[in-house]
C-alpha cells in the first residue's frame, strides 16, 4: 500500500471524552470515529487491525472443525419469548417494530436463532456433533458507554454455538473450543489468560473467560504461579487454612466513638485490621415476608456478591435499610456485631471469621465495640458458615498447590458450557439410536473482535503510541524514505524494497506523503507499526538501510542485501 | 473441504412461500434459511458464495483507488435530520429508539455517515479526490418482502462514496467506478449491461444502472444493438419520427357502445389499435387550486409515469377521479378526447400522437368516439407535445445509429453522481488554493451483495438447479468418489486428488458422506457446482476419472495423470 493511496489522518490530542489510553490512541492514531454514544465508525486504519483479528478468528475456527454461517441482525422477538430473555433483559436489548407493528430484538448474541436453526435441521445423533459461528455485528444498549471500542454499544464479535448428544460430548466440543481459543490469543501475540468463570444467572455446567493481561484491567484475574490453577476473582475460592486458637483476651466493651468503620477502628485502637470484623447487614424479602441476615468478614477482607448469592436462602437479598437496622438491631449502622444477636437474624460468617478468635466486633450500640471477642465463649457459633469474600494475593491456591497471585485483565472471549438451558425452552431435540427423544446439549463461545483492538493497546503502547503485536497491526512494515520526491536514489531503493517486501508477502505501506521526518516518524509511532526501514542517501552510500523495532531504543544498520531475509525473520518472530 | 464436515441440507420440494425460480433454488439447495418477512439467515453454503462475491468486490474496488472502512448500522438521526431524509423517507426506513429515547435509523445506505465523516476530516483540495467504501448489512423495511434475496429486508451491500472538488473531478471519480464495476461483473461471469437510469427525486447528474441480464428481471432494458446506446425504460427517449400525414379522412362520430377502452374501439372498428389515441386525465392540486390535464398517449403505447413528471407543471399530478372527470368533461370516463376540449383543461399529446393524422379518439360522449380526427383541422394543436410513452422495440435509437431492443434484467448495481445535494445540506466543504469554501462534489456507488446470488441463478439454472459461474460457485469442483468407504483403491485416488486439488489452488470440496451415487450428483447439481470429477473402480482400473460440467450433457474419460491440469483449464475458462 502506498500511504498516499490510503488514508491516514493522526491527531495530536485526543477528544476529552477518551478516558482510557486504548481509546485516546484509537482516536488519535485515526483508527476510529466517534458517531454516536457507544457507535464508531471504523476507519481504514482501524479496519485493518480488525479484519487480521477476523482472520485469525476464522482461521482457527475453521481448522477446529466450526462452520461458518451469518446470522441475521434484526431477530423476531418471538424466538426470544421463547427462550424469556425478551422479558429478562433488561433495556440492554435494542427493540425495534417494523411497519406493521411486530416487534424485533437487535441481535446482542445469537443463541436463539441459532437454536431455531438447529431445531429444524437436526433429526438425528448422526448429525452430531455441530458447531456453527459467525463473525457478526452485535449491539447492546449500555446504560454508560464508555472507554471506545472497549465498552461500545456497536460491537463486532465472533459467536460460536455447539450441538452434543449428551454431556459428555458437550464437553468434547467445550474442550476443542477451549484449545482454538489458546491458539487464537497465542496468535494475536498477546498475552493472556483463561480462568474459571462464574456461570451466572444463566446456570450451565462450566465457563472459561479468556483475558488480555493488562494494569488497566477491569478484571482481577487469581491464579496460582505453581499450578495450573486460575479463576477471576468472582469465582475464585478463598479457603481458610488452620484452626481456631483458643481465647486468650477477655470479653471488653471500648468506647469507639465515631469509628463506624473497621479502619477507624483499628487506627483507634491500635491494633491490625485483620483483629476486627466487620458486620453486613442483609434483608431477603419474600411473598411480604422479611428475614435478616448478618454477614461477618474479616475487616482487611472485601465481600464478593457473587459468593453471597450462593449462599442458601440469600439469592434474593438486598442491603438492610437504615430504618430495618434500626429496628431489628436497635443500633445505627456501624455498630453491629454477632454479640447479643438473636431471632430474627441468621448470622453468616465468612469461613475466615469463623476461626478468629479475640476478635473486634461491634456492640450493637452506638460508638462502641466489642475488643477480645471469642466464638463459643462470648457468642454462638455462627448459624451459616460460607466463603463470603474475594480471595487475596498469599492466599492459599483451592487446588493446594501454592499460594495466589492476582493480576488485572480485560475479558475478551468466554467460553460456555450451557447444557440444556435454551434446548429445552425451545424444544431443540434429536432423535438417538434407539430413536428417542432428547435436548441438545449446548455451549457457546463468544470472543470480542473489536474489543480485541482496545485490549491490545492497553497491553501494548508507550508514550509514543501504540506497539501492535506484529500479527494484529494494520501494516507490518512501514517503509520511510527520506526525500522519496527529491532523490531518485533514495526513490529507486524505496520502490525496489517496496515490491521485493510485497513479493515476500509482508504487509508493507511506503509513506510517499513527503513529509519531514520527525513527523513522519512521529506518525507511524503512534500508529504502532511494528517495524521500520529507514531509505536515506547516506545509508545507501554505505550500501545499509535503517532498521527499528517499534519497541527498539535505537535503529539497526541492516545491509540492502540483507533486508528481506532480516524483515521476514523479524516478523516470523 | 470435506462434506462430513460441512454442513449440506437439501431439500425436495421448495418452501410455497418461495414464488420465483431462484428463491426456490437457494431455499432448496440449503443456502440460505428464512428467519422472519424478508430476513434470511446465511446457511454456510451461501455464505460461502456472499464471501465470493464480497472478494471480487474487494479486489476491484481496491484496485480502483477506494478504500475500506465501516460505518455503523444504527446511526443517530440527527444526521438524518440534517438531509431532511429523516422526514423524506417513509416506512422503508427502520427507526429505533435507544434506553434514553434518543433516535436512529438502521442504515439503508450511509450518505449522511460518511458526509459527516468527510466534512470532519478534510479541510483542503490537497486531500482529494477520495473514495470511501463499505461492505455492510443494510436494513429496509421494504412493505412486501418477497423474492428470497432479491427484495429482502436485510442485506449486504457494498457502497462507495466520491469526494471531488468539482464536477470533472466528479466525473472522472464516477467513470473510475463505473469502469470498476464493468470489470467486477465480468469477473462475476454474468451476462449483464450498464443501462443510463433516471436519476429520481435525488436530483443528481447522470446515473447508471447494472443488470443482470435474465428473462425473469423486474426491469426491462432498451439498448441499441448497433450502437452503445442502453438505458433502462425509464429513461429511454421515445423518438417520434416521420412527418405528420395530411388528413385523408372527414371526422365523423361512431358509435362505440361500451367500448372503453382503446383495444374494444379497434376491434369494433376493425382497424389496428395503433390508429387510436387514448386519453389520461390527471389534475394537480396546488394551495388548494386544481388544473387539469389531459393526456394523449398512443393506444398502443405505454404510460411512462417518470417521464410524465417531468413535463413542466406536472411533478405532483395525480389521476382524475371519477367525479372530476364528470364535473370537467362532462363525460364518463373511457370516451375522453381531445375534440371540443377547452380551457381550463391543457392538452398534453405524446410526441407520436403529435404526428398522427385521421386517428381514432373518444368523443366525450358515452358510446362514442370520431375516426377521421386531424391535428389543426378538427381540434387546436396540442398545447404541449412530450415525450410520455415507454419505447417499444423497433423505436429508433435516441443515438440515431439504428432501431432500439428490449430485453428484461434484475438490477444488482448503481452509480449515481450526486453532485453537491448532500454536501450542501451537511455544509461539506473544503478550501482551493485560493482558501476559497466550496462544497464537495459527491458520487455514490451500491452493489447488491446479495442480491447478486438470486441474480446469478435467475440467469443460470435448469430442472435440475443452479448452475454457479465458476468464480461465484460454493465449490468450484465437488469430488465424488463411489465407494469412499467400500474401495481402498477409489479411497486412495480420491484422497489424492482431493490433496492436489487444493494444492492446485481449486476450491475444492469431497463427498465423503456415503451417499448412493443418484442423490450425491443430485445435491450437487442441485447446489450448482460447476465442475464434478467421479471416482469409480471400472474407470481406475482403466486409468481415468469422470469428468463432467454443470452444462455438460454427458461425462467425459480423463485419464488419471491429466486431471488436475484439466480441472484448472476449465476452472480458469
Known sequence: MRASRFFISTLKEAPSDAEIVSHKLMMRAGM???????????????????????????????????????????????????????????????????????????????????TDVVRSEIKSYKQLPLNFYHIQTKFRDERRPRFGLMRGREF????????????????????????????????????????????????????????????????????????????????????????????????????????????????????????????????????????YFMLLLRGDHELNEIKVGKVPGLAQHRFSTEEEIQEVYGCVPGYLGPIGTKAPVTVVADRTVALMSDFVTGANEADYHYTGANWGRDVAEPAIVADLRNVVEGDASPDGKGVLAIERGIEVGHVFQLGTAYSQSMNATFLDEQGKSAPLQMGCYGIGVTRILGAAIEQNFDDKGIIWPTALAPFELVLCPMGYDRSDMVKEETDKLYAAAEAAGIDVIVDDRGLRPGAMFADWELIGVPHRVVIGERGLKEGNLEYQGRRDAEATAVPVADIINFIKAKVQQ
Open 32 to 114: 476510529i470515529k466517534r458517531l454516536g454514544s457507544g457507535i464508531y465508525t471504523y476507519m481504514p486504519m482501524g479496519l485493518k487491525v480488525i479484519r487480521k483479528v477476523e482472520a485469525i478468528i476464522r482461521e482457527e475456527m475453521n481448522k477446529s472443525g466450526a462452520i461458518e454461517l451469518l446470522m441475521p441482525l434484526v431477530q423476531p422477538a418471538e424466538l426470544w419469548q421463547e427462550t424469556g430473555r425478551w422479558d429478562k433483559m433488561g433495556p440492554e436489548l435494542m427493540r425495534v417494530k417494523d411497519r406493521h407493528g411486530r416487534e424485533f430484538a437487535i441481535q446482542p448474541t445469537s443463541e436463539e436463532v441459532i
Open 156 to 291: 463486532t464479535m465472533k459467536d460460536a454455538y455447539s450441538f452434543d448428544r449428551d454431556l459428555e460430548g458437550m464437553q468434547k466440543s467445550y474442550q476443542i473450543m477451549f484449545d482454538a481459543y489458546v491458539k487464537i490469543f497465542t496468535r494475536f501475540g498477546l498475552k493472556f489468560r483463561a480462568v474459571a468463570a462464574d456461570n451466572g444467572a444463566i446456570g450451565g455446567t462450566g465457563s472459561h473467560e479468556f483475558h488480555v493481561i493488562a494494569s488497566t484491567g477491569e478484571d482481577a484475574l487469581v491464579y496460582c504461579p505453581t499450578s495450573d490453577y486460575a479463576a477471576n476473582i468472582e469465582a475464585a475460592e478463598a479457603l481458610a487454612t488452620g484452626t481456631r486458637a483458643a481465647p486468650a483476651a477477655a470479653l471488653e466493651k471500648t468506647s469507639t466513638p465515631k469509628a463506624q468503620k473497621c479502619e477507624d477502628v483499628a487506627k483507634l485502637l491500635k491494633i491490625d485490621l485483620s483483629r476486627t470484623v466487620k458486620t453486613i447487614a442483609l434483608t431477603v424479602e419474600q411473598e411480604g415476608k422479611k428475614q
